[in-house]
């Protein structure tokens, strides 16, 4: 079963990790979470579960407004050739969530670090990071080295290249 939003932060928490959280009605796009704009403050993500031809999986971690080139993003992502979206199914089992709920906070999920997650530099130029805990029902805010401390106590690597244009 996946973690549960408590459960997550439960983990922060024990990391000495603190966040705030607002609630809000549940959010699909970027567009719909645009509205909250001027109430959370610091960088928004948008979220890309891809799968590359050998089934890597990676979760690829951008500002809201980024412009990413799904054409070229192999070559920096380090991917087997092109990617694609991964398939629903594959996105529960791996991280917990649905689409429309994907979140960097979905690797506490990944216990098998099957995921490699990528973090525009970009984004990580800001100091707070917005993200959904798990549901897309709330947004989470997070220190920005607070969040690679988070990446890597799920034993991942939080790899930070420059991936959006």
Do not use: W
Not at 14 to 29: E, K, W, Y
Not at 39 to 53: M, Q, R, S, Y
Not at 130 to 146: G, K, M, Q, R, V
Request: hydrophobic share 50%; proline share 4%; charged share 20%.
């Amino acid at each position: 079963m996946p973690k549960t939003e408590a459960e997550l932060f439960a983990f922060l928490a024990d990391l000495g990790i603190d966040v705030s959280t607002r609630r809000h009605p549940p959010l699909f796009t970027v567009a719909d979470s645009q509205a909250l704009r001027g109430e959370i403050a610091g960088g928004h993500t948008k979220n890309l579960f891809l799968k590359d031809k050998k089934d890597n999986f990676f979760l690829v971690s951008v500002g809201e407004e980024a412009v990413v080139d799904l054409k070229q993003i192999h070559q920096v992502i380090g991917a087997a050739g092109r990617v694609s979206f991964g398939r629903p199914e594959m996105l529960m089992e791996l991280l917990g969530v649905v689409p429309g709920a994907v979140t960097v906070f979905g690797l506490i999920n990944d216990t098998g670090q099957r995921v490699k997650v990528v973090l525009d530099q970009a984004l990580m130029g800001h100091a707070m990071i917005n993200a959904h805990p798990l549901t897309n029902e709330a947004t989470t805010s997070i220190a920005a080295a607070d969040l690679v401390r988070f990446v890597e106590a799920t034993g991942h690597d939080a790899a930070i290249l420059k991936v959006s244009a």
